[in-house]
């Protein structure tokens, strides 16, 4: 999978599939069903890391997880989140941290959160040759000046600054967008405006429209058992499956008909 495929992809109107991925065993699995992208997103802070936000995450944390993902990915485009912190102080910052993550993760390109704001810095990354994607909407590297996780853009100021700055982005050249939680009639404008740019939207909470889906592998595989927003649709109930395996291994080993005769040297 290329950058140019998922540009194809996004011109033709053959949908997109983003899953995040934070590790080999997992990633591997992902990318033999099939998957056109796997995204190594800052929500490792959360689901990996245990933090409430995805705000205390490091480059180098994110180097190394993404490593594991690019050794499994035998198809599917890598995708890695430049972290809080990593793309915001200045360009020259920016590119030397998105240098690291391909050179250092092995990642075919990497991912950040803004729009006009962060212009100069997803300039200068794509004319270093790094691809780039965008992540608009509810943008989770900013929860401390939104006040919360909730829809974005629903105010047509905040909904036509949504517009202007996702156009900014495909035209400085960004592969793909991140929408995240934003009125899926909005998401489909997006769409619209980007696809004659080959631009490919990808969409979380943000309706059936985009040109792409995405969501986070725990929260999908049922893994992350207190987290239900609207958006979210359980593909699996692993959680309950992972607790029901390891109560049977503790029984097993409590009454010590684990390991039986077959399973000994
Ligand atoms: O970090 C992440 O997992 C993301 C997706 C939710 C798009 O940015």
Same mark, same amino acid.
């Given at each position: 999978?290329?950058?140019?495929?998922?540009?194809?992809?996004?011109?033709?109107?053959?949908?997109?599939?983003?899953?995040?991925?934070?590790?080999?065993?997992?990633?591997?699995?992902?990318?033999?069903?099939?998957?056109?992208?796997?995204?190594?997103?800052? &929500?490792?802070?959360?689901?990996?890391?245990?933090?409430?936000?995805?705000?205390?995450?490091?480059?180098?944390?994110?180097?190394?997880?993404?490593?594991?993902?690019?050794?499994?990915?035998?198809?599917?485009?890598?995708?890695?989140?430049?972290?809080?912190? &990593?793309?915001?102080?200045?360009?020259?910052?920016?590119?030397?941290?998105?240098?690291?993550?391909?050179?250092?993760?092995?990642?075919?390109?990497?991912?950040?959160?803004?729009?006009?704001?962060?212009?100069?810095?997803?300039?200068?990354?794509?004319?270093?040759?790094?691809?780039?994607?965008?992540? %608009?909407?509810?943008?989770?590297?900013?929860?401390?000046?939104?006040?919360?996780?909730?829809?974005?853009? #629903?105010?047509?100021?905040?909904?036509? #600054?949504? %517009?202007?700055?996702?156009?900014?982005?495909?035209?400085?050249?960004?592969? &793909?967008?991140?929408?995240? #939680?934003?009125?899926?009639?909005?998401?489909?404008?997006?769409?619209?405006?980007?696809?004659?740019?080959?631009?490919?939207?990808?969409?979380?909470?943000?309706?059936? #429209?985009?040109?792409?889906?995405?969501?986070?592998?725990?929260?999908?595989?049922?893994?992350?058992?207190?987290?239900?927003?609207?958006?979210?649709?359980?593909?699996?109930?692993?959680?309950?499956?992972?607790?029901?395996?390891?109560?049977?291994?503790?029984?097993?080993?409590?009454?010590?008909?684990?390991?039986?005769?077959?399973?000994?040297?």
């Amino acid at each position: 999978m290329t950058t140019t495929r998922i540009r194809q992809m996004a011109a033709s109107g053959e949908p997109v599939s983003v899953l995040t991925s934070y590790d080999f065993t997992l990633a591997r699995l992902v990318d033999e069903a099939g998957i056109d992208i796997i995204l190594v997103g800052d &929500s490792a802070s959360n689901v990996v890391c245990g933090n409430t936000t995805t705000l205390p995450i490091t480059v180098d944390e994110m180097i190394f997880l993404t490593r594991g993902v690019v050794r499994a990915a035998q198809h599917a485009l890598v995708v890695a989140d430049m972290p809080f912190g &990593s793309y915001q102080t200045s360009e020259e910052e920016a590119v030397r941290n998105a240098v690291r993550m391909l050179k250092e993760s092995g990642c075919d390109a990497v991912k950040l959160e803004g729009g006009e704001d962060v212009l100069p810095a997803i300039r200068r990354m794509i004319a270093a040759g790094i691809p780039v994607m965008g992540h %608009l909407g509810l943008t989770p590297q900013s929860v401390n000046q939104f006040g919360g996780y909730g829809l974005r853009a #629903k105010e047509q100021a905040e909904a036509d #600054k949504l %517009l202007h700055d996702a156009e900014l982005l495909a035209k400085a050249g960004c592969f &793909s967008v991140v929408l995240e #939680k934003i009125p899926a009639a909005l998401a489909a404008q997006v769409t619209e405006k980007l696809t004659p740019y080959h631009c490919a939207t990808i969409g979380i909470g943000a309706g059936n #429209k985009t040109h792409g889906q995405v969501l986070v592998l725990h929260d999908m595989l049922g893994l992350n058992q207190g987290f239900q927003p609207k958006f979210l649709r359980r593909f699996a109930d692993m959680g309950n499956e992972i607790k029901s395996a390891v109560q049977d291994y503790i029984t097993a080993v409590r009454d010590r008909s684990f390991p039986n005769e077959t399973e000994c040297y």
